[in-house]
T-cell receptor, first 112, second 114 residues
């Protein structure tokens, strides 16, 4: 079973920041928080991952609370192409023998 | 990032036939490959894990004689759906990883069994 809980759906206006929350209250000390997204009929796309510090890349920012029990993915300026299902997953990093466990994710709809 | 391809991207077949789906890691050697299945409006579910040169490990409820997995090289894994039936229609996704490359997902294969 997935170790994370996310809201089933969210809407965001185009050009605004999209903030997607994730709860992972049972996260272990060696587990990272990963975010992937899946655009309709495509494979999952990696977005970002982090352990405890906030992370930023060209796609998004990841804010992890100090107790690591929750995190927020931020898409700073959402576009229509960001409409997708977003998955928050906790997993030991670079454990190449371990699969990702996908929950239902959050369906983000970016509205014009 | 590393690239994982799948072929074909979509396939339609008649009930009772077998279908082979290929998963390739294009620019790295994949120690482990994973096969997932995704039904409409559902999340990805792991079917099996395969390591190069050894037998695949199947998840509970996945028939190993129906879903044949071969991981004969470090860049290629195949999933063969034998005697496919309409209930096997789904989106099949592979991913690949190595001891230095984080897991990368393929674009998926849409299987429709008539």
């Amino acid at each position: 079973d997935a170790k994370t809980t996310q809201p089933p759906s969210m809407d965001c206006a185009e050009g605004r920041a999209a903030n997607l929350p994730c709860n992972h209250s049972t996260i272990s000390g060696n587990e990272y928080v990963y975010w992937y997204r899946q655009i309709h009929s495509q494979g999952p796309q990696y977005i970002i991952h982090g352990l405890k510090n906030n992370e930023t890349n060209e796609m998004a920012s990841l804010i992890i609370t100090e107790d690591r029990k929750s995190s927020t993915l931020i898409l700073p300026h959402a576009t229509l192409r960001d409409t997708a299902v977003y998955y928050c997953i906790v997993r030991v990093a670079f454990n190449y023998g371990q699969n990702f466990v996908f929950g239902p994710g959050t369906r983000l709809s970016v509205l014009p | 990032g590393a690239v994982v391809s799948q072929h074909p991207s979509r396939v339609i077949c008649k009930s009772g036939t077998s279908v082979k789906i290929e998963c390739r890691s294009l620019d790295f050697q994949a120690t482990t490959m994973f096969w997932y299945r995704q039904f409409p409006k559902q999340s990805l579910m792991l079917m099996a894990t395969s390591n190069e040169g050894s037998k695949a490990t199947y998840e509970q409820g996945v028939e190993k004689d129906k879903f044949l997995i071969n991981h004969a090289s470090l860049t290629l894994s195949t999933l063969t759906v034998t005697s496919a039936h309409p209930e096997d229609s789904s989106f099949y996704i592979c991913s690949a990883s190595s001891d230095w490359a984080e897991q990368f997902f393929g674009p998926g294969t849409r299987l429709t069994v008539l």
